[in-house]
DNA sequence: TCTTTATTCGAACGCTCGTTCGAAAAACCC
DNA sequence: GGGTTTTTCGAACGAGCGTTCGAATAAAGA
């Protein structure tokens, strides 16, 4: 990797731990600067602004979890086991790059123009990629009833930005199974230890 | 009500309105004022300032949705039927204030200080009590994993400020049919039609 | 009607923000 | 080492922000 890619990647990336920390409009552009230990005026040699900052993060972090999700789901045809393979690929990614992927689900209205459309292109492959999933799981349900529960599950997953600790007593894999298990088999019904389904 | 009142309640719901669409730090303080009718100068009649209006408007929706929780609660005694009511109180009030409650889904960073402080204690005791919920529905489950499942179905739940429309083809009683359904049984389990279950 | 209090508002202040500019410094090439 | 390109940065600008102030207006009480 070249050494301007090297220092566009590394700008992106504190960027991104500010960004989700205090939040892209609470940020500033000086606060930036400081935590990627460039001056203030040598991040626009990188980057066209705050706003193209924001989109080179979400367009890096939401094709990349993309293409995961693709090629984790290469592994079986399966209906079920697709699921699981798509659930637990997003939130152990989502553990992973929690930043980036805080970044990508709670800063959603701050973009704009074709940045926006360009996200929002990725976001609609990657929502329409579970519904599908969800349609050969149960083929029979109303599609109504299958998108609300796209997004229930979805709900599910991306709100562990506001709880999970990639450091604490749960690690990913174990809340990947135990989400799994409750959307699949319901709370109450999957009493099962979390190692190991029925 | 006392005029006064009515208007400081006014302000608060057009304010929360501005805020649910915008984002807080994104709504100015002149956006306020062309929203409710007030004079720039006017709404600090009312209130401290900017961060003074977010408080008014999450402290005063949390606090009704942790007594309508509360109240929702006390027509029966049955742990699966508890957990029920409490989901479908949330989800019907949520789509009922889409408005305030993605104020305080979204906007829970933006406070600071004694606000703050007041707020999280209401927020604590209102996941408190679900978590008992959880307890009650299934008390051999390790506290790990009930406070991971109580955060997944808060997940669930608040998410839908993020692609449900009230006025949709989807009431708000039959989605929280659907992921209390989902949530207790399962999608998969779950194949009955919406209206009535098993 | 006069006095007092409650309510509204135009205008302005001070500050912080994102961005720009021109020059300095570093890296690269012959 | 001279010349060119790439990379960095201090300093400043202009706009927009939340907030304040004092006066004007409306309401209430005597």
Redesign the pocket.
Known sequence: MR??DE?FTALLTHAARVFAGRGYDR????DLAAASG?????I???VR???DLLYHIQERCFTQVLDGAESALQVTVDPEERLTAFIRHHVTFFAAHMAEMKVLSHEAQALSGDSLRKVNQIKRRYVNLLERLLKDVAPERPPLERSAATYALFGMMNWIYNWYDPAGALDSGTLADLLTRIFLGGFAEARSPVTGGS
């Open positions: 050494p301007y220092r940020t500033t552009m000086r460039v001056s203030l005026a040598g626009y040699y990188y602004g705050k706003e």
